[in-house]
């Protein structure tokens, strides 16, 4: 198999929901048929943080929401570039943005990573950051890129007020 077939058929495949605890699960990029699995598996809302009019995105958002709104599921879209999940005005952001929706949530991206990061960096005051690393690691990813950026987020909260 060529490096190009190799390449669509991965692009074919189902997602891989990836649990990260019991209200925040992760997949990389969702396809159209991916909707109505996650709507079957119990998934309440989808969060698309995948930028725009990127060459792999299989959905675009307004597409996305048109086939959650269908399915009866909540859609938010918060698209992120690169790094931008180590800030900590998009995590507040972010959290703002889900504090009230139903769960469990489904948060995607490319590959699952920036998702990832995003639950790490929610979970950066409530969890151990061991423990954080280890349940990424189960689920195939490498959250070392943000801990340093977790350990700011706990200062950052308590200077706030907030854990």
Same mark, same amino acid.
């Given at each position: 198999?060529?490096?190009?077939?190799?390449?669509? =058929?991965?692009?074919?495949?189902?997602?891989?929901?990836?649990?990260?605890?019991?209200?925040?699960? !992760?997949?990389?990029?969702? /396809?159209?048929? +991916?909707?109505?699995?996650?709507?079957?598996? /119990?998934?309440?809302?989808?969060?698309?943080?995948?930028?725009?009019? =990127?060459? @792999? $995105?299989?959905?675009?958002?307004?597409?996305?929401?048109? *086939?959650?709104?269908?399915?009866?599921?909540?859609?938010? @879209?918060?698209?992120?570039? /690169?790094?931008?999940?180590?800030?900590?005005? *998009?995590?507040?952001?972010?959290?703002? %943005?889900? $504090?009230?929706?139903? $769960?469990?949530?489904? !948060? @995607?991206?490319?590959?699952?990573?920036?998702?990832?990061?995003?639950?790490? %960096? %929610? $979970?950066?005051?409530? %969890?151990?950051? +061991?423990?954080?690393?280890?349940?990424?690691?189960?689920?195939? @990813?490498? *959250?070392?890129?943000?801990?340093?950026?977790? =350990?700011?987020?706990?200062?950052?909260?308590?200077?706030?007020?907030?854990?």
């Amino acid at each position: 198999m060529t490096e190009e077939q190799a390449a669509t =058929e991965q692009a074919d495949a189902p997602a891989v929901f990836k649990k990260l605890d019991d209200d925040f699960w !992760v997949s990389g990029n969702l /396809g159209k048929d +991916d909707f109505a699995r996650a709507k079957e598996q /119990g998934f309440k809302t989808l969060i698309d943080l995948l930028p725009e009019k =990127e060459d @792999y $995105k299989k959905v675009q958002d307004d597409e996305a929401a048109k *086939i959650c709104a269908e399915l009866g599921l909540e859609y938010r @879209y918060l698209p992120l570039y /690169g790094f931008q999940v180590k800030n900590q005005y *998009i995590v507040d952001m972010f959290e703002d %943005m889900v $504090k009230d929706l139903p $769960k469990p949530w489904l !948060v @995607y991206c490319k590959a699952g990573d920036r998702s990832t990061y995003m639950w790490a %960096m %929610m $979970k950066a005051t409530t %969890m151990d950051h +061991d423990e954080i690393d280890d349940i990424a690691l189960d689920q195939g @990813y490498d *959250i070392e890129i943000v801990v340093p950026s977790m =350990e700011k987020r706990a200062e950052h909260l308590a200077a706030r007020g907030r854990s």
